[in-house]
């Protein structure tokens, strides 16, 4: 059985930084591609990072790039988000997923196993 358990949200002010930490159970990270999604108050889940299996290729939204970086400790069976420069837009519910099936995809639905989420709030 495959678990996931995201920490590391939290309050912080603009233009500050976080690292949300996933723990994995179940299945070792290199053999699973992982994503970050986030769901803000009322819109849809929405893929923020993922990192595929095997060869560790990184891939981001748009709205992120250059402030954000997915990683992979494979000792420690975990996956990274380090955001910088965070805005208010970047609130939302911050969750951790894995696709044991196929290759990287940016759809949720692809992916089989998720975390609870943890909440960022980000002030102006």
């Known amino acids: 059985q495959v678990q996931l358990v995201e920490s590391g949200g939290g309050l912080v002010q603009a233009g500050d930084s976080l690292r949300l930490t996933c723990a994995i159970s179940g299945r070792t990270v290199i053999t699973a591609t992982m994503g970050w999604f986030r769901q803000a108050s009322g819109k849809e889940r929405e893929f923020v990072a993922g990192i595929s299996r095997g060869t560790g290729a990184t891939y981001y939204a748009d709205s992120v790039k250059g402030r954000v970086t997915i990683s992979r400790d494979i000792v420690k069976n975990t996956v990274f988000l380090q955001m910088n420069n965070l805005k208010p837009e970047d609130t939302a519910v911050y969750y951790c997923?894995?696709?044991?099936?196929?290759?990287?995809?940016?759809?949720?639905?692809?992916?089989?196993?998720w975390g609870q989420g943890t909440q960022v709030t980000v002030s102006s």
């Open positions: 997923a894995a696709d044991t099936d196929y290759g990287f995809s940016r759809d949720r639905d692809e992916y089989d196993h």
